[in-house]
């Protein structure tokens, strides 16, 4: 069997359609070679998926295309040039250490990127030495996979490889590449990158593509660039909805991680918070709690709008009546993402139908929450299993006040109690990646070289709505400390 046969095997059937764009959107440059790349970890459901072997990417030829030391078949890579605001500051970026190898045409006929992370240094690069550590690798692999599995739009992990190489940081750590599938690596930093640099028609092309690959059938409308607008409106209010519900900080939001499909990416200083709290900050470089938890809407709100300025060329010809275009509808989002965070309350509290009062029931229990510190993710798993007496806020008066008004509000409504605590089954995870199980996890694989405790965290964090009896020892909070939890962007 040759090496070309065997790649062909692994499954890749690659097409290109980023490359036929503008040659200005990109720089077309090959992974970097390493040294002697392993394997860490694989994704054989998602390999499945995109229609690979996963026994074949485990194979020398497998591991050298997620190493970057061997292109596949019908592969281009190539580094996406884009800006961003980055914590309210314009800049230029683009890909720095990561390639588009080939868009990955599954066997339904969907089509996802391929993208390579840690590949070496892009004229993107800055002063970057273009790769990665293998902690912040395996970070994105342990979240992405957790919000993939809690029903939340995010780009995912196919792989991380380590590269047998050593990076320096602060000190010396085993350089790592981390396989990443999306629906593409589209960005609000995209279009400010080509409305900045480039001419209109190249921003057409662009809203055009965009069009095509995310919102088929959008284009043949009567004005298709304010629909694109409006669909990544709506998008976005759901995502950002979500991510409040489970009570996710992504820690920076620039607009070169907005992504134009609606999914989370770029896995950084993320968190999941514990005791609730809106001020809830976990990065290290977020001084001011631009990104805070509470924040995040209408940070959300802020990208949205410089992806409208960008747009606004192709909205009309008249400027004022694009920018009373782009401003109605921008000042749909707070609507639209208050519509689906207070739908996903409701389920969270096993409530089905609509009441005027439920907005206040639910701020009650969140300010009690708040005031208390009670834990967000057990206090309504607690709830769920009718378990009051595991919160913090039982004993209270404010909390048995609220939990009779609660307890008569599902009673107002036709469907059974069975039916209000499936709801609530559904929509209340047993589980989220605690900090501390994270960085546990982290630590042994990078110190120690066990990966043991990754894969069963990522066991555990598979099926968060399964309230398994396993799931126990990884939903308790860490133990109180006096310095507080702090996350850095390394991806």
């Given at each position: 069997?040759t090496?070309?046969?065997?790649?062909?095997?692994?499954?890749?059937?690659l097409?290109?359609?980023?490359?036929?764009?503008?040659?200005?959107?990109?720089?077309?440059?090959?992974?970097a070679?390493?040294?002697?790349?392993k394997?860490?970890i694989?994704?054989?459901?998602?390999?499945?998926?995109?229609?690979?072997n996963?026994?074949a990417?485990?194979?020398?030829?497998?591991?050298?295309?997620?190493?970057?030391n061997?292109?596949?078949?019908?592969?281009?890579p190539?580094?996406?040039?884009y800006?961003?605001?980055?914590?309210?500051?314009?800049?230029m970026?683009g890909?720095?250490?990561?390639?588009?190898i080939g868009?990955?045409?599954t066997?339904?006929?969907?089509?996802?990127?391929?993208?390579?992370?840690?590949?070496?240094?892009t004229?993107?690069s800055?002063?970057?030495?273009?790769?990665?550590?293998?902690?912040?690798?395996?970070?994105?692999?342990i979240?992405?996979e957790?919000?993939?599995?809690?029903?939340?739009?995010?780009?995912?992990?196919?792989?991380v490889?380590?590269?047998?190489?050593?990076?320096?940081?602060?000190?010396?750590?085993?350089?790592?590449?981390?396989?990443r599938v999306?629906a593409?690596?589209?960005?609000?930093?995209?279009?400010?990158?080509?409305?900045k640099?480039?001419?209109?028609?190249?921003?057409?092309?662009l809203?055009?593509y965009?069009?095509?690959?995310?919102?088929p059938?959008?284009?043949?409308?009567?004005?298709?660039?304010?629909?694109?607008?409006?669909?990544?409106?709506?998008?976005?209010?759901?995502?950002?909805?979500?991510?409040?519900?489970v009570?996710?900080?992504?820690?920076?939001?620039?607009?070169?991680?907005?992504?134009?499909?609606?999914?989370t990416?770029?896995?950084?200083?993320?968190?999941?918070?514990?005791?609730?709290?809106?001020?809830?900050?976990?990065?290290?470089?977020?001084?001011q709690?631009?990104?805070?938890?509470?924040?995040?809407?209408?940070?959300?709100?802020?990208?949205?709008?410089?992806f409208?300025?960008t747009?606004?060329?192709?909205?009309?010809?008249?400027?004022g009546?694009?920018v009373?275009l782009?401003?109605?509808?921008?000042?749909?989002?707070?609507?639209?993402?208050h519509?689906?965070?207070?739908?996903?309350?409701?389920?969270?509290?096993?409530?089905?139908?609509?009441?005027?009062?439920?907005e206040?029931?639910?701020?009650?229990?969140?300010?009690m929450?708040q005031?208390?510190?009670?834990?967000?993710?057990?206090?309504?798993?607690a709830?769920?299993?009718?378990?009051?007496e595991d919160?913090?806020?039982?004993?209270t008066?404010?909390?048995t006040?609220?939990?009779?008004?609660w307890?008569a509000?599902?009673?107002?409504?036709?469907?059974?109690?069975?039916?209000?605590?499936?709801?609530?089954?559904?929509?209340?995870?047993?589980?989220?990646?605690r900090?501390?199980?994270?960085?546990?996890?982290?630590?042994?694989?990078?110190k120690?070289?066990?990966?043991?405790?990754?894969e069963?965290?990522?066991?555990?964090?598979?099926?968060?709505?399964?309230?398994s009896?396993?799931?126990?020892d990884?939903?308790?909070?860490?133990?109180?400390?006096?310095?507080?939890?702090?996350?850095?962007?390394?991806?």
């Open positions: 069997m090496k070309e046969k065997a790649i062909i095997e692994t499954g890749w059937n097409d290109n359609s980023y490359a036929r764009l503008p040659k200005s959107f990109f720089t077309s440059l090959n992974p070679p390493v040294r002697s790349p394997l860490i694989l994704n054989d459901p998602l390999a499945t998926s995109l229609g690979l996963a026994q990417l485990q194979s020398n030829d497998g591991l050298a295309v997620l190493a970057g061997r292109i596949p078949k019908g592969a281009l190539l580094a996406q040039a800006a961003g605001h980055q914590f309210g500051h314009f800049t970026l890909d720095g250490r990561a390639l588009l868009e990955q045409i066997p339904l006929g969907k089509r996802f990127d391929i993208q390579l992370k840690g590949s070496g240094k004229p993107y800055r002063r970057g030495d273009g790769r990665a550590a293998l902690g912040p690798m395996l970070r994105e692999y979240i992405s957790a919000m993939h599995a809690l029903g939340i739009a995010t780009t995912r992990s196919l792989a490889v380590t590269t047998g190489e050593s990076i320096i940081r602060e000190t010396d750590l085993p350089g790592a590449i981390l396989t999306a593409s690596h589209l960005r609000v930093g995209t279009f400010e990158y080509i409305a640099w480039g001419t209109v028609e190249e921003l057409q092309v809203a055009d965009t069009l095509k690959r995310h919102f059938g959008v284009e043949s409308n009567e004005s298709p660039y304010l629909s694109l607008l409006q669909e990544v409106i709506k998008r976005q209010a759901v995502l950002i909805a979500k991510w409040q519900l009570g996710f900080i992504h820690g920076v939001m620039n607009t070169d991680n907005m992504t134009i499909s609606g999914e990416i770029d896995y950084g200083p993320c968190a999941f918070m514990d005791a609730y709290d809106p001020a809830t900050v976990f990065s290290s470089i977020d001084i709690g631009r990104y805070a938890y509470g924040n995040q809407p209408r940070i959300a709100e802020w990208n949205l709008s410089r409208a300025e747009l606004l060329p192709l909205l009309h010809v008249n400027q009546q694009a009373k782009a401003q109605n509808a921008i000042s749909d989002f707070a609507g639209l993402y519509c689906n965070w207070l739908v996903g309350m409701r389920a969270k509290l096993g409530i089905f139908n609509e009441e005027l009062q439920d206040s029931l639910i701020e009650d229990l969140l300010s929450m005031k208390y510190r009670a834990d967000y993710t057990n206090t309504f798993r709830l769920t299993f009718d378990k009051p919160t913090v806020l039982f004993g008066v404010e909390f006040q609220w939990h009779e008004l307890q509000r599902l009673e107002r409504q036709q469907e059974p109690k069975a039916s209000s605590q499936q709801l609530m089954r559904n929509s209340n995870p047993a589980l989220i990646p900090n501390h199980r994270v960085e546990e996890a982290l630590e042994a694989a990078v120690q070289g066990d990966y043991s405790v990754m069963r965290l990522l066991d555990v964090l598979s099926t968060p709505y399964a309230h009896p396993e799931q126990g990884y939903s308790t909070p860490a133990a109180p400390s006096t310095r507080p939890y702090r996350t850095f962007c390394g991806t």
